[in-house]
């Protein structure tokens, strides 16, 4: 068998060397060990993969793996360049690769063959037509074993010896399968290693693939089950580069001269994506970790496959610091960063922003890399342009500094490309949790918008710089001529999109106003319904929302719903009317509120502030839509010529009708004060109603006294009375309903007092030229007779009554003043009174409260049998029949005695009994009281004083009852006194009549019975 590799040379160098120095038989073994069970453990599918890559590039042609497990026996065969005598030395020479100037190659390091040692101890490769190579532990052992040099050491090791260093020709192989060029045979150790096989051979992935670029596929066959390992659905994105001289002095300082002599660089970023071209996670298959290119046990924790030169520390498993590493950290971060820019601009990209904490040094020194990139890299998409950049640079450093000077650069935003914007993080915006539809909408109001999909909270936004955007920061850039400039339809179209569950962050919302304005903040606004939407109200400063911008979501976030009533009852409407007689302009709100007035069905009187409305009268003058009169209205036939009030001009009441005036406040009929909840005080009850202070004194005066001001539920007055000229007709209006209301009397803490309207019309000449307090009705109570008037006929008596037309003598004094009215009419001498209607009316009088009344200063009396009007000087007040004869000379106030008292304090006059001491001066004879009186007068006295000339206080008397005594002179007196001692009075003349015929006894009783 020819040498074709020159194994015989190789064996017989490797066995002078360890015959000349034993030591390095066991460093041979020692580091072939270490690297079978160190370094390259697990790793025998990879460097098998990798040898199989390498000699794919060398011969320029597709690499393909096909990797076969027959019971113990597992088979690589691979396309390629075939084995030569360079690679058998390579593979029987630790760190001694021959592919060093091989740019390109995986196999750096020459110790990656090693790797079969842990599973095999008589591996064997060969090429298509050519010899094979082998190695065996078994021979290389027997070899070891008759040199006595090595006795030693092989006795010290057990008899183990390196498989890798003696080289022996093999036959050609004859199974090498179609369509490969290369076989290696690994017979398996033992089951254990059969297992460790199965297990790689199952742990194979696309990462393999993706490390190894030369290498297009795998196919693994494990006792017939076959699957194929493929690169496909994988993003890739590679870069690399040869280093200068230079760069290679300050970069490989401390590197192995190996190293040194290969100064290439490369590296890959890979991951897997979907259909859509989208990132998916890598598979389970693919470890986390650094591959160098194949796999480390350096963690990068990172949601992409990576894949570069670093230099590896001498465990094969690590990454070496050191300033080549530094260098190709930065790499690896661009090449990231080109990676995220080459895929899909999807919210996936964000799975692939790292965050800052990584599983291990060098995962975190390129996740720090990265996020030093990212947020200035056009990367994401966006709805919107971003915000020009704007600086203001610094003239610290000028020569000559201006302090003043300012200037700016603004850098104008890039323009979209075909796809649209593609914005960098830190110029990108976020808004949280809305929908494409707002975005859209509001993407030109919102620099570097994200489109929907974009999660606000991802943590990547953070990292990226991207600024998150509160839907109420959103409101807030709706501003500006952008804003102004959007039709109201645009408006609506936004409200339709804006959440529904977040109102507080609407609070600002711009809504467009159908005056042209655009105010802040729905709260305020009116939405106009049933038909007031066409209306031009653009005069009275309210902010009406245009009707193309109405939507129900201002109603939610504050907006009123307004009829055109609700509209009038506005109180920016109240004012533009308040403020109208002083407007330069009122016409246009005098036209808006009457078109108000108009479309809300106003009825005359419900407004009564409209009476302050500017119009336009006949006269071309501006007056209170209250001091206008309609011209063919009730009110303008009755009032006196020249008054204050005008008549509405003649195109107002074609443009809008009466019935529009009339609820304007323009006056049909007379002008009605109605306010609820009306304090009765000056301060409080002022309504410019003629003599309303005095009726506001008439009535507190009714009341008790109060600690506060009552209180009127609801106050009504009919104004303009003192105008009026023509009173029978006016009365027939203010006797009719409605305006009878206003005459009926208002009770205020329990007690009824007249209506301003009442009052004033009772004290005013309005029935007939006379006041209503100067007359009574017709037929009323007789005892009135000849004090008053009978009231003309025309009105019905309950309107007359509520006038103030008397009525009866108990309503008379039971009236505020009415006890003083009735003094005071008779004591006037053109009144004819009779007598039993001047008894009548003391005896009525009696009963007043004296504090009611001050003392007249006149008085109706009797005198000797007259009635007469007397100074109060003179008169007197009688309260006991028997005092008569002492006072006859002076007017007498007489009623029942028993009033005498009442009516003395109630008119401050004396009395009688206290202008005479009454006593008896003459002498008399004291006689027995005829028994048969008794039958009349069961308590009379026993006896009595019989005078020839009975004289009291010297004045001659008929009778007196003096000291429990009747002193009389005739029948007659006997009789009085007797009566009025036994407080029979009304029996007097019955005992006269006894006393003269006793037989009349009988008679006499039979008469008192009928009494």
């Not at 079969?116 to 070899?143: K, M, N, Q, Y």
């Not at 693994?220 to 659905?233: K, N």
């Not at 711009?510 to 319904?529: A, C, S």
Request: negative net charge; aromatic residues 4%.
């Amino acid at each position: 068998m020819s040498d074709t590799y020159g194994t015989d040379r190789l064996r017989a160098a490797v066995l002078s060397a360890w015959t000349a120095s034993p030591a390095r038989f066991r460093e041979d073994a020692n580091a072939e060990e270490d690297f079978a069970l160190g370094g390259y453990r697990d790793r025998l599918i990879v460097e098998l993969a990798q040898n199989a890559a390498d000699a794919a590039l060398r011969a320029g042609v597709p690499g393909v793996l096909r990797l076969t497990l027959r019971g113990d026996v597992l088979t690589a065969a691979n396309t390629g360049a075939p084995l030569d005598a360079t690679g058998v030395e390579s593979l029987s020479t630790l760190r001694a690769s021959g592919k060093r100037d091989e740019a390109g190659a995986a196999g750096r390091f020459g110790v990656g063959f090693a790797a079969v040692v842990s599973v095999c101890d008589s591996p064997s490769i060969g090429s298509r037509g050519a010899p094979a190579v082998r190695w065996s532990r078994t021979e290389t052992a027997a070899i070891v074993a008759e040199l006595p040099a090595l006795a030693g050491e092989l006795a010290d090791r057990g008899g183990h010896v390196p498989l890798l260093r003696l080289p022996f020709d093999e036959p050609p192989l004859i199974d090498i399968p179609d369509g490969f060029d290369t076989l290696v045979r690994l017979p398996l150790r033992d089951q254990a290693s059969v297992e460790a096989v199965r297990r790689m051979l199952a742990e194979a992935s696309p990462a393999l693939l993706l490390g190894l670029p030369a290498l297009e596929s795998i196919e693994i066959d494990v006792d017939g089950s076959t699957r194929a390992v493929a690169a496909d659905g994988w993003h890739v994105v590679s870069d690399s580069g040869v280093f200068t001289p230079e760069e290679v002095g300050r970069l490989f300082a401390d590197r192995p001269t190996e190293e040194r002599a290969r100064p290439f660089w490369s590296l890959r970023w890979a991951v897997p994506v979907t259909g859509t071209g989208e990132p998916g996670a890598l598979p389970a298959s693919v470890p986390p970790v650094v591959h160098a290119p194949t796999p480390s046990d350096e963690p990068i924790d990172l949601p992409a496959l990576l894949i570069a030169s670093f230099p590896m520390a001498t465990d094969r498993r690590h990454v070496a610091r050191g300033p080549l590493t530094d260098f190709l950290v930065e790499r690896a971060a661009d090449a990231y960063v080109r990676l995220l820019r080459e895929l899909p601009r999807t919210s996936k990209l964000l799975d692939l922003v790292p965050s800052l904490m990584g599983k291990g040094e060098l995962d975190a020194r390129v996740r720090r890399a990265v996020l030093q990139r990212l947020p200035g890299t056009p990367l994401l998409p966006a709805l919107s342009a971003p915000a020009p950049v704007v600086q203001t640079p610094s003239f610290a450093d000028e020569r000559v500094y201006e302090p003043d000077a300012e200037w700016q650069v603004e850098q104008p935003a890039p323009e979209p490309d075909g796809d649209g914007w593609v914005v960098p993080g830190r110029e990108a915006a976020v808004v949280a949790s809305a929908s494409a539809e707002l975005l859209d909408t509001v993407a030109g109001f919102v620099p570097g918008l994200l489109p929907a999909g974009w999660p606000a909270r991802h943590p990547a936004m953070t990292a990226l710089g991207v600024r998150r955007v509160e839907l109420a920061d959103v409101v807030d850039l709706l501003s500006g001529e952008a804003a102004e400039a959007r039709e109201p339809s645009w408006w609506r179209a936004l409200y339709q999109v804006l959440p529904a569950d977040d109102p507080e962050s609407l609070g600002a919302l711009p809504v467009p106003l159908t005056d042209g304005r655009l105010v802040r903040g729905p709260r305020g606004t009116l939405i106009l319904t049933d038909g007031g939407a066409e209306l031009d109200l653009s005069p009275l400063g309210l902010r009406i929302v245009h009707p193309e911008a109405a939507h129900p979501v201002l109603l939610r976030l504050g907006a009123a719903e307004a009829t055109p009533r609700t509209v009038l009852d506005d109180p920016l409407t109240k004012a533009a009317v308040a403020q109208s007689l002083d407007s330069p302009d009122p016409e246009p709100v005098a036209r808006a509120v009457l078109s108000l007035v108009e479309a809300s069905g106003l009825a005359p009187g419900e407004a009564p502030w409209l009476a302050e409305l500017a119009l336009r009268g006949s006269d071309g003058e501006l007056y209170p839509a209250g001091e206008l009169m309609l011209a063919e209205g009730a009110l303008a036939g009755l009032l006196e010529a020249d008054t204050h009030l005008g008549v509405a001009a003649s195109e107002l009441e074609e443009a809008y009708g009466a019935r529009v005036l009339a609820a304007a406040g323009v006056l049909d009929g007379f002008a009605v004060v109605h306010e609820p909840d009306v304090l009765l005080d000056p301060d409080d009850c002022d309504h410019d109603l003629d003599g309303e202070a005095d009726w506001l004194d008439h009535v507190l005066d009714l009341l008790p006294e109060l600690d506060v001001p009552p209180l009127v539920p609801e106050f009504l007055a009919v104004r303009d009375l003192e105008l009026v000229a023509d009173w029978p007709a006016a009365l027939r209006l203010l006797t009719t309903p409605p305006l009878r209301a206003a005459l009926h009397p208002l009770r205020v803490e329990g007690v009824e007092v007249p209506s301003y309207t009442a009052w004033w019309l009772a004290g005013h000449a309005v029935l007939g030229g006379r006041k209503p307090l100067e007359l009574r009705l017709p037929g009323a109570d007789p005892l009135l007779q000849g004090l008053y008037a009978d009231a003309p006929a025309g009105l019905d008596e309950a309107a007359l009554s509520m006038l103030g037309v008397r009525t009866t003598l108990a309503e008379l004094l039971a009236s505020h003043g009415g006890p003083e009215e009735l003094l005071d009419l008779m004591a006037d001498e053109s009144i004819e009174v009779d007598r039993a209607q001047l008894r009548a009316l003391w005896t009525a009088l009696a009963a007043v409260d004296p504090s009611r009344v001050a003392p007249p200063s006149r008085v109706r009396a009797v005198l000797e049998g007259a009635i007469v009007v007397a100074a109060a000087d003179d008169a007197v007040v009688v309260e006991a029949p028997d005092l008569l004869q002492l006072v006859q000379d002076r007017p007498l106030v007489l009623a029942s005695y028993d009033l005498a008292e009442s009516l003395s304090e109630l008119l401050d006059l004396p009395l009688a009994g206290e202008l005479t001491s009454g006593e008896v001066t003459s002498e008399g004879v004291r006689r027995d009281v005829p028994a048969e009186v008794r039958s009349l007068l069961p308590t009379a006295p026993g006896t009595y004083v019989e005078h020839e000339k009975l004289l009291v206080d010297g004045v001659e008397c008929a009778w007196r009852f003096f000291e429990g005594s009747v002193h009389c002179t005739g029948v007659d007196g006997l009789a009085r006194g007797l009566a009025w001692a036994t407080g029979q009075w009304n029996d007097r003349l019955a005992v006269a009549a006894l006393l003269r015929d006793p037989s009349s006894v009988p008679l006499l009783l039979a008469e008192a019975d009928l009494s």
